[in-house]
Nanobody
Framework: QVQLVESGGGLVQAGGSLRLSCAASGRTFSIYGLGWFRQAPGKERELVTAISWNGGSTYYVDSVKGRFTISRDSAKNTVYLQMNILKPEDTAVYYC?????????????????WGQGTQVTVSS
């Protein structure tokens, strides 16, 4: 079992930055792929970024490439999402997710474990 708790969301002006954190419980954190999804009102949930268990593989949706960076600290059982040059269209609830199967489950949008979500609002 893995439990995920996000933090770091908030209100920021366009062009600003936020860093989201996701603290994970469980001794096997290091073998899980991790990702950040988001869901805006009236829209489907989308995978924003993901990182494999050893950090050797990452994925970014086109709309955030060059602006967002995912990283993980296995010593702290934490995954981070650094968001720069934020745009109003980045406004959404952001969810941390984890699964041992990075390519099929995480990149496929059906990870086994989810956090409760944190709101990010970008004002224009």
């Amino acid at each position: 079992q893995v439990q995920l708790v996000e933090s770091g969301g908030g209100l920021v002006q366009a062009g600003g930055s936020l860093r989201l954190s996701c603290a994970a419980s469980g001794r096997t954190f290091s073998i899980y792929g991790l990702g950040w999804f988001r869901q805006a009102p009236g829209k489907e949930r989308e995978l924003v970024t993901a990182i494999s268990w050893n950090g050797g593989s990452t994925y970014y949706v086109d709309s955030v490439k060059g602006r967002f960076t995912i990283s993980r600290d296995s010593a702290k059982n934490t995954v981070y999402l650094q968001m720069n040059i934020l745009k109003p269209e980045d406004t959404a609830v952001y969810y941390c997710a984890a699964d041992q199967n990075y390519r099929i489950k995480l990149l496929g949008g059906t990870p086994a474990y989810w956090g409760q979500g944190t709101q990010v609002t970008v004002s224009s």
